[in-house]
Every structure is written in C-alpha cells, then in structure tokens.
C-alpha cells in the first residue's frame, strides 16, 4: 500500500516536473524567436538609417554642384555684360570724337571761306548771299552730324538693352536645386520577452501531476500490493 502511494507521488511530481520544464522551454523558444525578430528589425532599421544618410550626402552634393554651376553662370553672365557695354561705350566715344572733329573742320571751313569772301572786297548782295549759302551749308552739316549722333546714341542704347536681356537669360537658365527631404526611419518596436510559468503555470503543473498520480494510483496498487 505504502509502496504504491509513493510510486503515484512520484509519478505526480515527475508529471509535473515535466511540465514546468516543458513549459519553461517554450517560453525561452518564444523568447529567443523574439530576440531574434527584434534583432533583424533593428538590423533592417540601422540599414535604412544608413541609406538615409547616402540619400542626404547625395542630394546636398548636387545643390552645391548646381549651387557652383549658377554662382559660375553669373559670374560669366555679369562680365560678358560689362565686356559688351564698354564695348558699346567706346564705339560711342568714337562716334562722338569723329563727328566733333568733323564738325571743327567744317567750321575752319566756313571761316576760312568766309574771310576769303570779306577779302575779296565785294560788296553788295552778291557778299550777303555767299555769306548766306556758307551759312546755311555749316548749318545742314551740323543739323546732319547731330541727327547721325542721335541715331548713333539710340541704337547703342537698344544694344545695352539687348545684352541685358542676355545677361539675364543666361542667369535664369541655371535653377537652385531643390533637396528631397529623407525622414529618419522609425525606431523598430521591439517585442518584450514572454513571462515563464509563474505561479499559475507552476499551480496547473502541480495540479496536473496530482492527477496523474491519482490516474496510476490504481496500476501501482496492483504493482505494489503489499
């Protein structure tokens, strides 16, 4: 009797020994299963971070390099203009100087033919009319000079304003680069570990083991009939 009692309570509690190991083996599967899934999304989180950042480095590499380009294009773009509009200055300088020379000797002219009628000795209508006529021709040429200045001055004027038309286009070829904007991955959410068996599970082993014990009561009995 005694023999078979101890041959259940041993049963019971290796039945239930059993369990809480079992049970303990499966929560540290779970949990190594959980460390390893939560190592692979930190992985494929410090993965991203890092193409993340070659993203950034990429894109602020362009916007200097575009940056350089215009910063370039205005450069040039400015000193063309400058170049053209001194060029356009001293073909105007030119103009002014010949035609200022033009008309000192036109008036050299008309005085010297001026005095050589006064010398002559004339007198009458004949010296007014050749006094009139030189007149009136130095008047013409001044009047021609003038007018050629004029016309000269304005299609240098529509010159400056077509190299400043230049200027700009070249400058508004060249467009800032605008940076894509790369977030920073989310932090992965890492799963806790599971909890052992605790007291719940360790009470439900205990109680299954006592009914295993009970269950093979009546085997041992017939084992142990002493």
Same mark, same amino acid.
């Given at each position: 009797m005694c023999g078979a009692i101890a041959a259940s309570v041993a049963m019971g509690v290796i039945s239930a020994g059993l369990q809480i190991m079992q049970q303990q083996a499966i929560t540290e599967a779970k949990n190594a299963t959980i460390d390893f899934e939560n190592m692979a999304a930190q992985q494929r989180h410090d993965q991203q971070l890092l193409q993340t950042t070659a993203n950034r480095t990429a894109e602020n590499q362009t916007k200097l390099l575009q940056d350089d380009v215009i910063a370039q294009t205005?450069?040039?773009?400015?000193?063309?203009?400058?170049?053209?509009?001194?060029?356009?200055?001293?073909? +105007?300088?030119?103009?002014?100087?010949?035609?200022?020379?033009?008309? /000192?000797?036109? !008036?050299?002219?008309?005085?010297?033919? /001026? #005095?050589?009628?006064? $010398?002559?000795? /004339? $007198?009458?209508? *004949?010296?007014?009319?050749?006094? $009139?006529? &030189?007149?009136?021709?130095?008047?013409?040429?001044? &009047?021609? *000079?003038?007018?050629?200045?004029?016309?000269? #001055?304005? !299609?240098? !004027?529509?010159?400056?304003?077509?190299?400043?038309?230049?200027?700009?286009?070249?400058?508004?070829?060249? !467009?800032? &680069?605008?940076?894509?904007?790369? +977030?920073?991955? +989310?932090?992965?959410?890492? /799963?806790?570990?599971v909890k052992g068996p605790g007291f719940v599970g360790i009470l439900s082993a205990g109680l299954s083991g006592a009914q295993t014990g009970f269950d093979v009561y009546p085997g041992m009995k017939e084992i142990y009939p002493g």
């Open positions: 205005v450069s040039l773009a400015n000193l063309d203009f400058e170049n053209q509009i001194s060029q356009i200055n001293l073909r +105007l300088q030119h103009e002014q100087a010949v035609a200022g020379q033009q008309k /000192r000797e036109a !008036q050299k002219e008309f005085l010297k033919g /001026r #005095g050589e009628v006064l $010398a002559s000795g /004339r $007198a009458g209508n *004949t010296v007014a009319n050749l006094l $009139a006529d &030189y007149r009136r021709q130095k008047a013409a040429f001044d &009047y021609a *000079t003038e007018q050629n200045l004029a016309f000269v #001055g304005q !299609q240098e !004027q529509e010159e400056k304003r077509g190299a400043n038309i230049q200027r700009a286009a070249r400058i508004a070829s060249q !467009q800032p &680069y605008l940076e894509r904007m790369f +977030l920073d991955p +989310l932090e992965p959410m890492k /799963r806790p570990h």
